[in-house]
């Protein structure tokens, strides 16, 4: 077996060099699904793995725009339109100096297995911009938005290709997105999701990726009868799904003690309450301050400058920043303070050696793909709102929020469970996610 994982990756390695994320992701995927495919006579032998990793289409443009001081300035913009067999490809924009493409194949293909996961009809795809808008003004973010969608939105369409948000793309960014798409088109569609409420936008969509983080664990949990009620919990990042994960987690009963950003991380010992996250949300949504603000407001909590928030004593962790920021290093001291879940509101946020210490110590490990999948699962409900043009009440969306993340948590049983009872929930959600969208190229042919 290892000598078939072996030849395929060498071979994905030849064709990708020079994109060691995207690599990384592929790696992860294939070790548990080439085992299955070997198994099974209906995928094997069909080059279907190796066909999931080579993307329908990369679209790769130049994003001129002036900046407030009338300089010229070229971003980069791209979109990976990764596989479309089992509906219209769906997957958010990153804007962010790290922004490449191995970066973008990365978050594609795990998105690919992700939206399969959801039970929804959305085929995956990524996009982005090596754009920071950091300290930019509201004028130049809106001049970038408006150049990178005068590309893009050849591409898109409500049933070609539905971007939505992540790192560095929220409410203001899509706003400025879908006004110029609608300007180029002329036409009212639900192009993009994470609008606002009075154009289109779904209740909860902004909470869903951090809830939905939340109640896979709490699923999770339940497996050993237990609960979030008293647990300390520790949260890395403090935008969006960072926020909401917090808000689910204090709503559920147990005290947050930390969150962080680029610069470092915040410990709060006495729990940061709901008061104290209104005051990071405006912080950081109206006021796009740092983390490190939080401190001169809240004196008894202490900042820790260019580190992360993994040696602080927990019982759950919920890492919701970015990709590998928690490695070998940080899994031991998790492990040694007592950890025992870990639900990933991140994107592949453990490096491959930390995700085998978690699942050797048999804790409750789940993968970005299957824990933050209530994101993009709520996304997929904006659109049939937007299509059947009626807006559902908060607890409507929350209810199939609920079931959803429920039904990922069983499907990462049924095909993760092992005979000593030990849920593997990265074997799960990838052979899950494997399963529906193989089926689906299969019976399509080789296109
Ligand atoms: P935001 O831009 O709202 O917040 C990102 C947070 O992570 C910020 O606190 C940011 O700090 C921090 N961060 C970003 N890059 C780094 C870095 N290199 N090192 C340390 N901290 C960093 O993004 P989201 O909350 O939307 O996304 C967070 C993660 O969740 C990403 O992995 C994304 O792919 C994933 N995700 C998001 C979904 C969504 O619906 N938004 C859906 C599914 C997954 P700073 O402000 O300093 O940059």
Redesign the pocket.
């Known amino acids: 077996m290892e000598s078939i994982i072996k030849g395929f990756m060498d071979l994905v390695k030849q064709r990708n060099q020079h994109e060691p994320e995207f690599l990384q992701a592929v790696e992860e995927v294939a070790e548990t699904v080439i085992p299955y495919i070997v198994d099974h006579d209906i995928y094997y032998g069909k080059n279907i793995l190796l066909r999931m990793v080579e993307p329908e289409r990369v679209l790769m443009f130049r994003v001129p725009w002036i900046d407030d001081t009338g300089e010229i300035v070229v971003n980069r913009g791209f979109r990976i339109e990764m596989n479309s067999a089992i509906g219209p490809y769906k997957g958010?924009l990153?804007f962010?100096p790290?922004v490449n493409l191995s970066i973008l194949k990365f978050?594609a293909f795990e998105q690919v297995l992700k939206n399969a996961l959801t039970t929804l009809p959305m085929g995956g795809g990524k996009g982005g911009s090596d754009f920071d808008p950091?300290e930019k003004s509201d004028g130049e973010i809106m001049r970038f938005c408006q150049s990178f969608m005068s590309e893009l939105f050849r591409h898109i369409g409500p049933n070609t290709d539905i971007p939505?948000?992540?790192?560095?793309v929220?409410g203001r960014e899509i706003g400025y997105l879908f006004g110029m798409y609608k300007k180029l088109r002329n036409e009212f569609t639900g192009v993009l999701t994470?609008k606002g409420m009075s154009w289109g936008g779904s209740l909860i969509r902004p909470e869903?990726?951090g809830y939905g983080t939340v109640y896979f664990a709490q699923s999770m949990l339940e497996t050993r009868n237990d609960s979030f009620e008293g647990k300390v919990v520790t949260i890395?990042?403090?935008?969006?799904?960072?926020q909401y994960a917090a808000e689910k987690t204090i709503q559920l009963g147990a005290k947050v003690v930390t969150l962080?950003?680029?610069?470092g991380y915040i410990y709060d010992e006495e729990g940061i309450n709901t008061e104290k996250l209104e005051f990071v949300m405006d912080l950081?949504n109206n006021k796009r301050g740092?983390?490190s603000e939080y401190v001169s407001k809240y004196p008894n909590a202490k900042y820790v400058a260019g580190e992360r928030p993994w040696g602080v004593k927990c019982d759950i962790a919920l890492p919701?920043?970015?990709?590998n920021?928690v490695n070998l290093d940080d899994a031991k001291k998790l492990l040694a303070n007592g950890c025992f879940v870990i639900s990933e509101?991140?994107?592949m946020?453990s490096e491959p050696e930390a995700v085998h210490a978690f699942q050797d110590a048999k804790i409750l490990y789940a993968p970005?793909k299957a824990s933050?999948a209530g994101?993009?699962a709520t996304s997929g409900l904006e659109m049939s709102q937007n299509s059947l043009r009626i807006v559902w009440t908060r607890e409507e969306v929350d209810q199939r929020l609920r079931k959803i993340m429920s039904n990922i948590h069983k499907n990462c049983i049924k095909y993760g469970k092992q005979d000593n009872g030990y849920v593997d929930y990265v074997r799960g959600a990838n052979i899950a996610g494997f399963v529906k969208v193989a089926d689906a190229m299969l019976a399509q042919g080789v296109v």
Do not use: M, W
């Open positions: 958010g990153r962010h790290t978050l950091k939505a948000g992540d790192i560095g929220g994470g869903a990726t890395s990042g403090s935008g969006n799904v960072a962080s950003d680029s610069g950081k740092r983390i919701c920043a970015t990709q920021e509101g991140a994107n946020p970005g933050n994101g993009v």
